[in-house]
């Protein structure tokens, strides 16, 4: 189970998934309900409204799996489309080095300067999956894979 944990003896499944809301479903508090309606934990990555007032907001959602599906199955009952993050940021520790260029662009922290070692940090619990790492990193140690579906069935 990725980022899963066990509480009270229940495995807690967690996933990073990507919400698409669609001009009518922008303006009503959908997701809030996922808390109190479905016992499920999220923390909101990034959000954003385009400009004809479609929503889309990368989140990392968690729960019991029954719950979890409950939950995807709810905000797709409400027009929201739900993936799964679709990519994965790893960093190969033997091509970094260490020069800091992607903690600069990195807008979670999860890349960060050890200190006082001056060696580059990685903390995938807190990287939203943006890619800038990648593009800005000189000896390309920052990387994207593909993963298969997150939503389970």
């Known amino acids: 189970m990725a980022l899963a944990e066990i509480i009270r003896g229940v495995p807690m499944y967690s996933r990073m998934l990507v919400l698409q809301f669609e001009k009518t479903a922008v303006e ?3 997701v809030c309900f996922l808390a109190s309606d479905f016992n499920l934990t999220f923390n ?4 954003t409204i ?3 007032k479609e929503g889309v907001m990368v989140m990392e959602l968690s729960g019991t799996r029954r719950d979890f599906n409950r939950g995807v199955q709810y ?6 489309q739900v ?5 994965e940021i790893n960093r190969n520790r033997t091509k970094c080095t260490h020069c800091g260029a992607c903690t600069a662009v990195c807008p979670t922290g999860a ?3 050890n200190r006082p070692e001056m060696t580059v940090g990685f903390n995938k619990k807190k990287c939203s999956m943006c890619g800038l ?3 800005t990193c000189p000896p390309r140690a920052m990387e994207i894979h593909t993963v298969g579906s997150a939503i389970p069935r």
């Not at 905000?75 to 929201?80: F, I």
């Open 28 to 30: 009503k508090p959908i």
């Open 44 to 47: 909101i990555l990034k959000a």
């Open 50 to 52: 385009l400009p004809r």
């Open 75 to 80: 905000l797709q009952d409400h027009g929201v």
């Open 83 to 87: 993936q799964p993050v679709g990519q």
């Open 111 to 113: 890349l960060f300067v």
């Open 133 to 135: 790492c990648v593009s």
